[in-house]
């Protein structure tokens, strides 16, 4: 038989792997901007037209190409920024596989521009398939610009492929954004259609963000810092009250690189765990360095995923900063950060440390650190006099500002009894002895206190929800519950349907401390209840936990417990209108404060919430 596999030619094979990195218009603007950062550039310019359907430009003035290179840069596996495959473990640019360049050339028309500080003239290529048309001399800025025409106008199919304008310039904007994010030292702006979407001067990373995404994010974000000696942790949250119904602003930089990661992400989420209303997500920006030995990023063609090699670690180390940091804003009081300290290098050193209030000193929310008006970055006359630049730096652009013996702390600290524990117990017996703090019910509902200088209400119903909550919640981790057998049993019965999803609880509502039985026909038998329920209907217990076992999808137990213990502490605690003793008001409150999370009910709901004296002045204006 003839001979049949043959080696395909080189713009066969380029359209191929291009397939891999240039899926959209969008691909070609991250792979551009990229390449800009890693060059050096300060000033980076995107111009695209149609959401980059026809055209894509991005300007910088970082380093320039020399002619060769500028035609080597086209070659695939051709890139100057690693030579042996070890290299891959200590990158610190954004590419390194010297694929995109070549795969753009692939599938559209390129017209590269560039010129080295040192050369007087610039070098012009044209290509279009991989082909190269042109290469001439050119009186050009330092600094490359990389016009990308017409894309897949050879492959007819993926152009078809693309979605609509909107939906495309959405992409664009996206990749636009993620790489501005990580690189708040340099300048950029975002032309479409002729109209200009972004200017970012210069400036810190807070300024940064908030240029980006709009001056009202300045009030939302709280700084989040940590230093370790695996990683170093920077960035910001959002505060729990402007956590959004929809995904909102997500992101995790890793060296710089926007990745996603579900594991990190649910680290987060698990430091907001109690602070937020269901179906509401919190917004992240959080940047993590970190040795580049210890990730790979050569998982994936556009490198959007990578791998850790302290997952576990980085995690713990993710939650308990922001843990730490919603609650020195008195978002929520922090009083397990002590404890949580199971990645701590060395526990004597972090003792040391005096939690603090950080802020980033280099952010003036009046100062537009840009050149002047209009901050151009077209070309080098207008070249913007670098102020400090803002880049990420925890260490150096933050210092504790704030001590223990702050006003905030202050707050903090006297809302939390000194010995809760003990409070809790002697409130009731030893009312003479024990210092009582007094309350004044309103409408049977609210408690009300003045507190520091102005008036702390707490909602005693979901007050006693969180207390009962971390009871049950302690009870089921030690598996010791307290129960109560009935003196008459109770039967209970169900249509068979229920029945049978009542028989998958079981195991979970035993461990609740409920003794119950199978009867035999769809029914169960009572014996025994949890001793927190009291003068309980139990048919209508069951029949509310079943329920919301039904409507809820996720099978993993941690979360099925914290569901029904939920679901439980709101069945057993005291309705509305439930009129308190004195004793029994500062006994609640004593207790909220030494809940976990005290501030929000287990459903997410504010439990307390403080008017500032500014707040009750505004009232009578
Ligand atoms: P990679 O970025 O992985 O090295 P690319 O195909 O993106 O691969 O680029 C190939 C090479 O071209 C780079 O390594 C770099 O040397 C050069 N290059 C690309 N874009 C620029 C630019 N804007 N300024 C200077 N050099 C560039
Ligand atoms: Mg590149």
Known sequence: MADIIRLLPDNVANQIAAGEVV????????????????????????????????????????????????????????????????????????????????????????????????????????????????????????????????????????????????????????????????????????????????????????????????????????????????????????????????????????????????????????????????????????????????????????????????????????????????????????????????????????????????VDPSFNPFQNRSSGPGASISGPASSPVNGPAGSFNPSASSHPLQSRESKEWESLLSQIPDLPEEASQNALLDSEQHKVVSYIQVGGKYLLKAHGEGLMLIHQARAHQRILFDKIMVSLNNQQVAAQQLLFPVQVSFSSGDYSEMQELLPTLREMGFDLDEFGGNELVVNGIPLYLENPDINQILNLLLEEYKNFNIQAKLELQEKMAAKMAKVAAMKVGTILEPEEMAHLVDELFACSAPYHSPEGRPTIINLALGDLDKTFS
């Open 23 to 358: 899926q959209r218009p969008a691909s070609v603007v991250k792979e551009l901007l990229e390449n800009s950062v890693d060059a050096g550039a300060t000033e980076v310019q995107l111009l695209a037209s149609d959401s980059g359907k026809t055209l894509i430009q991005v300007s910088d003035n970082g380093k320039g190409m020399s002619e060769t290179d500028a035609r080597m840069a086209l070659e695939r596996h051709a890139t100057s920024k690693i030579e042996k495959a070890e290299d891959i473990f200590a990158i610190t640019t954004k590419g390194f596989r010297g694929e995109a360049l070549a795969s753009i050339a692939a599938v559209a028309k390129m017209n590269l521009r560039s010129r080295s500080a040192e050369a007087e003239l610039g070098t012009e290529l044209k290509v279009a398939a991989t082909t190269v048309e042109s290469q001439e001399f050119c009186q050009c800025p330092k600094g490359t610009s990389i016009k990308v025409q017409n894309l897949f106008y050879n492959i007819p199919a993926r152009r078809n492929f693309l979605k609509s304008n909107q939906v495309e310039l959405r992409h664009i904007i996206d990749e636009f954004e993620r790489v501005a994010m990580a690189h708040p030292e340099v300048a950029f702006r975002l032309e479409h259609n002729g109209s200009e979407l972004f200017n970012l001067p210069i400036s810190s990373q807070r300024q940064r963000i908030v240029n980006i995404f709009g001056k009202k994010y300045n009030e939302k974000l709280v700084p989040v810092e940590e230093d370790t000696e695996l990683i170093k942790l920077g960035g910001f949250v959002g505060k729990p009250e402007f956590a959004k119904k929809t995904r909102g602003e997500q992101f995790f930089f890793v060296n710089n690189r926007f990745i996603r990661n579900a594991y990190l992400h649910r680290a987060v989420q698990k430091a907001f765990e109690g602070l937020l209303l269901e179906d509401s997500h919190p917004s992240y920006f959080l940047f993590l360095e970190l040795d580049p030995a210890r990730i790979d990023v050569n998982i994936h063609p556009t490198k959007t995923e990578i791998k850790f090699e302290d997952e576990r670690l980085i995690y713990s180390i993710i939650r308990t900063a922001i843990k730490h940091s919603l609650g020195q804003y008195n978002i929520a009081p922090s009083l397990d950060f002590e404890h949580d300290q199971q990645y701590a290098p060395n526990p004597s050193q972090r003792e040391v440390e005096a939690p603090g209030v950080y």
